[in-house]
């Protein structure tokens, strides 16, 4: 599957964005679905996941009520909405996706990434 991310921008804090990710070659409803983030001079870290039907879904602590992950399997689309936006969101966020039931939630395991698109709140 070939994964592309898009909805990335700077933003003030408290602010609100979307972020898509499209999903190519192959088929979208078998996939569990995911988002990472990475800051500079950090590792890559788990932000949200999705499960393949949508009904199931996890979070990161520190995003935990401010954004919501989910799916639409007839578009082959994965969403990040992110509200509430804070200077320390402030990343290249990564979709990703594997077969399992979830995505893994640490990153080596992950077998299938989208590029990045970079999100920047100012504060």
């Known amino acids: 599957v070939q994964l592309q991310a898009s909805g990335g921008g700077l933003v003030q804090a408290g602010a609100s964005l979307r972020l898509s990710c499209a999903a190519a070659?192959?088929?979208?409803?078998?996939?569990?679905m995911g988002w990472f983030r990475q800051a500079p001079g950090k590792e890559r870290e788990f932000v949200a996941r999705?499960?393949?039907?949508?009904?199931?879904?996890g979070y990161a602590d520190s995003v935990k009520g401010r954004f919501t992950i989910s799916r639409d399997n007839a578009k082959n689309t994965v969403y990040l909405q992110m509200n509430s936006l804070k200077s320390e969101d402030t990343a290249v966020y990564y979709c990703?996706?594997?077969?399992?039931?979830?995505?893994?939630?640490?990153?080596?395991?992950?077998?299938?990434w989208g590029q990045g698109t970079q999100v920047t709140v100012s504060s």
């Open positions: 990703a996706a594997d077969t399992g039931i979830l995505v893994p939630t640490t990153p080596r395991d992950i077998r299938y």
């Open positions: 070659e192959g088929t979208f409803s078998n996939y569990a």
């Open positions: 999705v499960s393949r039907s949508g009904q199931s879904t």
